[in-house]
């Protein structure tokens, strides 16, 4: 009978592991008493990075897995967060201490925001980092884009002659940078790897930017296509392969993990966006693989970590909110339910031979 048993155990987590559909649950990040929030980073610890309202200002966020906490605004009452690294330091762009205006590049390391500005010029973003704390953005007299790696502000020129401008949307552990530059006739996407930049190429049209990039040196983004629309793309070294799309115009990728798996959003209909989730084969709706009486309708996905955790912005009981998704089973949860019935069983065998 005990053999029986453990067999049927063993049998039921290999079914279970079979027929598992990968989904997520949803956490509503809130806000700081405002109507909205959006997140756009997510490091391998789960922590998030993003801005939300408050009743009279936005500012800049850091999720820790349990609370949202207010990284202020430089004085001014604006400030978003777009990147942040596996230490926690957080990249974005502040409005400075009234009356100057002007957005200025941040990093935030942990316990103080640091106004990038002074070194890169009055107006200016920081929009990437990576592990190094190297951080890249766009800013100065030419609104080019630049590496600051800690003591040096690089600037990484153009494609299309020095008064152009370009943008640098992120950065891989091995330093290589993505982005976008000016060119006649609009953007081209770039990779910037060793003091060159290089041009990337459309999918038949005249623009494409890049907007993440993991550390195999796969490269994401949207461009142009033959008919006039944008499609989010992949690239792997030498080939940008269209994503697709799910049944609408456009999409467009903005992050990529290290296990290659890519989100972004697509165009459902003019101005309804669905974010969707690459898995190296399939775009899927990530709205179909969340509980549908959860309310949510997931707009865009802006970033991925080593987990699979996807954070992004969406309407939640018709307020828009800042998600993050975290997979369902967790992983190894699966892997951890075979090798124990496996065990059991094979335990259960030998006991019942010795017998």
Not at 119 to 127: P, R
Not at 153 to 169: K, R
Not at 236 to 252: C, K, P, Q, V, Y
Request: glycine share 16%; with cysteine.
């Amino acid at each position: 009978m005990l053999k029986k048993s453990l067999l049927t155990v063993a049998a039921l987590a290999i079914s279970a592991a079979a027929n598992a559909e990968v989904r997520y649950t949803v956490t509503d990040l809130g806000t700081f008493g405002g109507d909205y929030s959006s997140a756009f980073g997510i490091n391998d610890s789960g922590q998030v990075a993003g801005s939300a309202w408050t009743t009279v200002a936005c500012h800049a966020f850091l999720y820790d897995g349990s609370t949202m906490h207010d990284l202020g605004a430089l004085g001014g009452n604006y400030a978003e967060a777009y990147g942040i690294n596996d230490s926690g330091q957080v990249v974005g762009t502040a409005c400075g201490i009234p009356p100057q205006h002007f957005n200025h590049a941040f990093l935030y390391d942990g316990s103080t925001m640091h106004d990038l500005g002074t070194l890169v010029g009055e107006d200016s973003q920081a929009i990437g980092i990576n592990d190094s704390g190297w951080v890249v953005g766009c800013g100065g007299a030419y609104d080019h884009a630049f590496l600051y790696d800690g003591s040096t502000v690089t600037d990484l020129g153009t494609l299309g002659g020095f008064s152009n401008p370009s943008e640098a949307h992120g950065i891989n552990n091995s330093g290589q940078i993505v982005g976008r530059a000016g060119m006649p006739g609009g953007y081209q996407a770039f990779l910037y790897d060793s003091s060159t930049m290089h041009d990337l190429g459309t999918l038949g049209g005249n623009y494409a930017e890049a907007y993440g990039i993991n550390d195999s040196g796969q490269i994401v983004g949207r461009a142009d296509t033959t008919l006039g629309t944008y499609h989010a793309f992949l690239y792997d070294g030498s080939t940008m392969t269209d994503l697709g799309t799910l049944g609408g115009d456009s999409s467009e990728a903005f992050g990529i993990n290290n296990s290659g798996q890519v989100v972004g959003r697509v165009d459902m209909t003019i101005g309804t966006y669905h974010a969707f989730l690459y898995d190296g084969s399939t775009m899927t709706d990530l709205n179909d693989l969340i509980d549908p009486a959860s309310n949510w309708t997931l707009a865009e996905a802006c970033g991925i970590n080593s987990s699979g955790q996807i954070v992004g912005g969406g309407w939640h009981d018709g307020n828009g909110r800042a998600f993050l998704l975290s997979p369902i089973p967790e992983p190894g949860s699966i892997v951890l339910l075979l090798t124990a019935g496996v065990t059991l069983s094979l335990w259960g065998l030998r006991r019942n031979r010795r017998k």
